[in-house]
């Protein structure tokens, strides 16, 4: 499966952007998909991953009841919601699709990643 994040940019702290992930393929429904997140200097961290059929998700302690992630099968995407966001919101964000977990080597599959930049 090919991956095609976007929607990232330039927002103000306490502003909100959705991030979309755009898959190809027939299988994207059979993968959990994640969200991870690389800031610079920093290792890759996980941000939110949500079930094959969407029912469930989970997220990193530091976005929870900020973030949302939802997806919808019928057009192979992914969303991810980000509201009261902060300065160290601030990464490239990936979307991956794999067998879920909040572990990266569980997802084979990643977008190309798109920037979001949190000004204070």
């Known amino acids: 499966v090919q991956l095609q994040a976007s929607g990232g940019g330039l927002v103000q702290a306490g502003g909100s952007l959705r991030l979309s992930c755009g898959a190809s393929?027939?299988?994207?429904?059979?993968?959990?998909m994640g969200w991870f997140r690389q800031a610079p200097g920093k290792e890759r961290e996980f941000v939110a991953a949500?079930?094959?059929?969407?029912?469930?998700?989970y997220y990193a302690d530091s976005v929870k009841g900020r973030f949302t992630t939802s997806r919808d099968n019928a057009k192979n995407t992914v969303y991810l919601q980000m509201n009261s966001l902060k300065p160290e919101d601030t990464a490239v964000y990936y979307c991956?699709?794999?067998?879920?977990?909040?572990?990266?080597?569980?997802?084979?599959?990643w977008g190309q990643g798109t920037l979001v930049t949190v000004s204070s």
């Open positions: 393929g027939r299988t994207f429904s059979s993968y959990v």
């Open positions: 949500i079930s094959v059929s969407g029912i469930s998700s």
């Open positions: 991956a699709a794999g067998s879920g977990g909040s572990y990266y080597p569980n997802y084979p599959y």
